[in-house]
């Protein structure tokens, strides 16, 4: 069995520590129960040399959201947690990595009220691919409707990337995954699209880019990229109710996604999208996105941190 991805550092509460140096209590809080926040995050190689985090400040920003719907006094501000995200992908020194920012509850009060558990906020990263595999980014993967529904937001919230509202997301992924799909497409508890396990969703019909509205869905930092880049390429773009069989019909259907980036989707239950292959619509979004996170191109450059690399880097994740 594979072990954990591992790096030289972790950044953790406050200080860059050694990897094997990252541990936590077995009566941490957020392990029992699940209220703890997080963040994905991702540094590329770029095309002119150097590494980019790509949107480190949107991500940072919904973190600090997150904690506020949590109701969790975050330790550190936007600034500290900015700067040390950039000292530890300096300090690990893979050009390309995946970032997990990540705050939970320690040990102290057990129970269903925390009183006065401290919060810890600890930063990782490690090199990682294509999250859905690179023949899926090329050709599309098969996605399936789940029988598990995303949750009513008043019943979790739907606007933070809380730690133990991901608990759907597994359980969709694993049944679908079980059943010889790749990714899973969850419905609202009014039986429409909203959202895939740890993606947001997109058709293409008749050139316009639909993507469903934001009630149950996360706001996709990604999901902005996608549109803004849609709008660019002079696509009209709309954020609608989108039902089960409107995704049959489709043209194209694609996902996004930090850890996804832009994924075609060539089947949706059992069903061919179009002409049953990735879209042309979906190519042209994605070679942007691709070319923007390569630091190609300067229009998108505001998206960009730099970060200061050793000129010896132990070698960047496949995109």
């Not at 900015?82 to 920012?101: K, P, W």
């Not at 597994?170 to 010889?180: C, F, L, P, S, Y």
């Not at 009630?215 to 390429?233: E, F, H, N, P, Y």
């Not at 070319?291 to 070698?315: C, F, K, N």
Request: charged share 20%; aromatic share 8%.
């Amino acid at each position: 069995m594979a072990g954990p991805p591992r790096t030289d550092y972790v950044w953790m509460d406050g200080e860059l520590i050694p990897w094997e140096d990252a541990r936590v209590h077995v009566l941490t809080h957020t392990l029992h129960y699940g209220l703890g926040i997080f963040e994905g995050t991702r540094a590329y190689e770029q095309t002119g040399g150097g590494s980019c985090i790509f949107r480190l400040d949107d991500h940072l920003k919904r973190l600090m959201g997150s904690a506020r719907i949590c109701n969790i006094e975050m330790p550190f501000d936007r600034d500290r947690l900015r700067q040390a995200t950039i000292e530890l992908v300096a300090a690990n020194g893979h050009a390309s990595s995946y970032i997990r920012h990540l705050g939970f509850l320690s040990a102290g009060t057990m129970g269903l009220y925390p009183r006065d558990n401290p919060v810890s906020l600890c930063i990782t990263t490690w090199p990682w691919g294509a999250y859905l595999g690179e023949e899926g980014l090329k050709n599309g993967i098969r996605a399936k409707i789940s029988s598990f529904t995303r949750p009513f937001p008043n019943a979790v919230m739907t606007k933070g990337k809380i730690v133990g509202n991901y608990v759907n997301s597994i359980m969709a992924k694993r049944e679908v995954v079980h059943q010889g799909y790749d990714e899973a497409i969850l419905m609202d508890t009014n039986g429409f699209v909203t959202e895939c396990s740890g993606e947001n969703l997109f058709t293409v019909r008749n050139g316009v880019v639909r993507t469903p509205v934001l009630t149950s869905g996360l706001m996709g930092i990604t999901r902005d990229t996608v549109l803004k880049i849609a709008r660019d390429l002079g696509h009209q773009t709309t954020e609608t109710i989108l039902t089960r069989d409107e995704l049959y019909i489709s043209d194209e259907v694609f996902m996004s996604g930090t850890a996804a980036e832009v994924t075609p989707v060539r089947e949706v239950d059992d069903r061919p999208i179009g002409d049953g292959k990735a879209g042309p619509v979906t190519m042209a979004i994605q070679k942007v996105y691709f070319e923007t996170i390569r630091g190609e191109r300067p229009e998108y450059g505001d998206w960009l941190t730099p970060v200061p690399l050793e000129a010896s880097v132990h070698g960047s994740a496949a995109l």
